[in-house]
């Protein structure tokens, strides 16, 4: 079914209709809040909370053709209010974890043609959680979630301009920390 | 081409979010500046090494349950659920004293039957007496006030029945309620450690940078003084 069909009529009250766009939102949202946190606890907090909160507000979502934006929005907001509740201690500042990693870079560590998938996974994963949260949910969105620069800016609603200034530094800032794990010679070079 | 320009076509460029005559220009623009050439490269091979992460990220059951800060506003449609659990259950004692009742009737094999000289209540297989003119006969026959009493202790039985149904099920209640609080304690003890461990990581990180600050005023101040003695000495 059409998806903005399926949002009026949610916000008629049919609860049937709330089932399935939960079908078809789930696995996105739980991802992008996944990935903002890389744990799994958090991510299914955020995402329960994102559902509740499009129950309770979507009835009064003027513009149900932007429900995408808007779904996106009350995620990326929760993940910002988590890291408030939490004190922000569930990221590390990109500098600390760089000083962090330039005093581990002389000690063995696996090398790099060792590296499998799975912790290849896992430490693109930490190097996201290294960025400014701003710099993280821009690089989400768009590596991960594929959206566009105009889609971004309407979730995030900052101008176009400052989602690229954003994803520039957000880019360079990875690249940095990965360069500083010693990931440079076998991925980073081979781009 | 400013800073702040070449980031932003750098991000279309990267991102494929130019228009073909637009791309033209750009790629000419790369040629001519090494610099920005080396920058789009670091940024691709960046961009890259981020999607070879094939991390299976699957999200569990999804369970709403709505926030407290609504509950006033959904104390009607609660009290009601709670009616209709309640409701619920009562029917479901009803329906087992019923059931009970059926077996317990059919494990005794009751008859009941009318004949033309009153109703005949028995217990087990029974066969009508034959009819007879001798008075002593009439000895397996009751009246209609004893069927009424018989009837009368059966319903007892059956509301004890019941009663023992209900009295089972709010303890069954009342056991799942514990049951809830117990692990909501849990929870939140888990959560309150968890906090307190965080606070006490905090303390202890400030005050190892409260620390090392310390060390490097003292450190500081250590150089300032041998500084002023070497000057002294030289004057």
């Known amino acids: 079914m059409n998806e903005l069909l399926l949002i009026k009529q949610v916000q008629k009250g049919d609860r049937d209709a709330f089932s399935r766009l939960v079908e078809t939102w789930h696995g996105k949202i739980y991802r992008f809040a996944y990935r903002f946190f890389a744990d799994e606890a958090d ?3 955020i995402t329960q909370k994102t559902f509740i909160k499009t129950y309770q507000n979507v009835a009064g979502l003027k513009e149900p053709e932007k429900f995408s934006s808007w779904i996106y929005r009350i995620a990326n907001n929760l993940c910002l209010d988590e890291l408030k509740r939490a004190g922000r201690r569930k990221s590390t500042s990109l500098e600390a974890y760089i000083e962090q990693a330039d005093g581990i870079e002389g000690e063995e ?4 043609t060792e590296l499998q998938n799975k912790e290849l996974g896992t430490i693109l994963q930490k190097a996201l959680l290294m960025l400014p949260d701003e710099q993280r949910a821009v690089i989400i969105l768009k590596e991960y979630e594929g959206l566009k620069f105009r889609e971004i800016a309407d979730i995030l609603e900052e101008p176009e301009s400052t989602v690229k200034s954003r994803l520039y530094y957000g880019l360079k800032s990875t690249r940095r920390v990965l360069t500083n794990w010693n990931i440079k010679h076998e991925y980073l070079n081979n781009g | 081409m400013d800073k702040k320009d070449a980031q932003s076509r750098l991000m279309d460029y990267l991102y494929d979010e130019m228009e073909p005559e637009e791309r033209r220009e750009f790629e000419e623009i790369l040629q001519n500046d090494s610099a920005l050439k080396q920058e789009l490269d670091d940024m ?15 999200p569990g059951n999804l369970l709403l349950i709505k926030p407290d800060s609504d509950t006033s506003k959904n104390d009607r449609s609660r009290f009601s659920k709670r009616s209709k659990i309640f409701t619920l259950s009562a029917v479901a004692a009803i329906a087992a004293a019923i059931l009970l009742s059926f077996a317990v009737f059919s494990f005794m094999t009751l008859q009941v039957s009318h004949t033309d000289r009153g109703t005949l209540i028995s217990f087990g297989s029974a066969t009508l007496p034959q009819e007879t003119n001798e ?3 009439t000895e397996a026959y009751i009246t209609k006030a004893e069927f009424y009493d018989m009837m009368d202790e059966v319903q007892d039985r059956n509301s004890q029945v019941m009663a023992t149904a209900l009295q089972q099920t709010r303890e069954q209640h009342q056991q799942q309620m514990e049951d809830v609080i117990q692990t909501l304690t849990t929870y939140y003890n888990q959560r309150r450690q968890q906090d307190l461990i965080l606070v006490s990581e905090g303390l202890a990180q400030l005050e190892e940078e409260t620390y090392y600050k ?5 450190q500081t101040i250590e150089d300032l003084i041998f500084a002023l003695n070497v000057q002294q000495s030289n004057d």
Request: glycine share 0%; hydrophobic share 25%.
């Open chain 1, 43 to 45: 991510a299914h907090d």
């Open chain 1, 109 to 112: 560590t696996a090398p790099d």
């Open chain 2, 44 to 58: 691709q091979s960046t961009r890259k090494l981020l999607q070879q992460d094939d991390t299976e990220i699957k």
């Open chain 2, 135 to 137: 008075p002593d006969q």
């Open chain 2, 214 to 218: 310390f060390l490097q005023t003292e």
